[in-house]
């Protein structure tokens, strides 16, 4: 059964999980305060220039807790399954939670090619899945200067309270529910 701490937690961050005996692992659950803590400091600010340093800030906060780009069986719920432009390639998202994004690149033209390539076994399990299937991910951040891991809004504020990280998959596989 999932602990009630936890599942107050997903119901917050926007998922509704099925009774079941595993909860996020404790490194997605450090990842998800970092992000959450932020965005609730940046919106409670009393001014652009008070929130004008938060996103630095946060980096330091995401480099701290998370020396490695590698994670291993996180659970997400999918949010894009496409192509990359007039590529065969995939372009996977997964929603975290609320307002918390890790994407592959969306485009055919990216300086890091995190597409998911058609001849592996990452596209043919991508390939029969559907949006909003719950799903465990392995992976790994792409490392970046202004956030730590690569994040790519448009703007400051959409890093800070809908960020999109950019992330290549390695593993994927739905969660039996």
Request: glycine content about 6%; aromatic content about 10%; some cysteine.
């Amino acid at each position: 059964m999932i602990s009630r701490p936890i599942w107050l937690a997903a119901l917050a961050l926007g998922f509704v999980f099925p009774a079941r005996d595993w909860e996020l692992p404790i490194d997605q659950q450090r990842f998800l305060s970092v992000i959450t803590d932020n965005r609730t400091a940046y919106r409670q600010a009393p001014n652009d220039m008070a929130r004008g340093t938060m996103r630095a800030a946060r980096a330091r906060a995401i480099c701290a807790a998370f020396p490695e780009t590698a994670v291993k069986d996180w659970i997400g719920k999918i949010k894009t399954l496409s192509r990359a432009g007039s590529k065969a390639a995939g372009v996977l998202a997964v929603a975290l939670g609320r307002d918390v994004d890790l994407t592959t690149c969306t485009t055919s033209l990216c300086f890091d090619d995190t597409h998911i390539s058609p001849d592996t076994p990452l596209y043919r399990t991508s390939v029969v899945l559907r949006v909003g299937a719950l799903v465990t991910f392995s992976g790994n951040f792409i490392p970046a200067k202004t956030d730590c891991f690569r994040e790519i809004s448009l703007s400051d504020s959409g890093s800070m309270t809908a960020p999109e990280f950019m992330f290549r998959f390695s593993d994927l596989a739905p969660v039996n529910q």
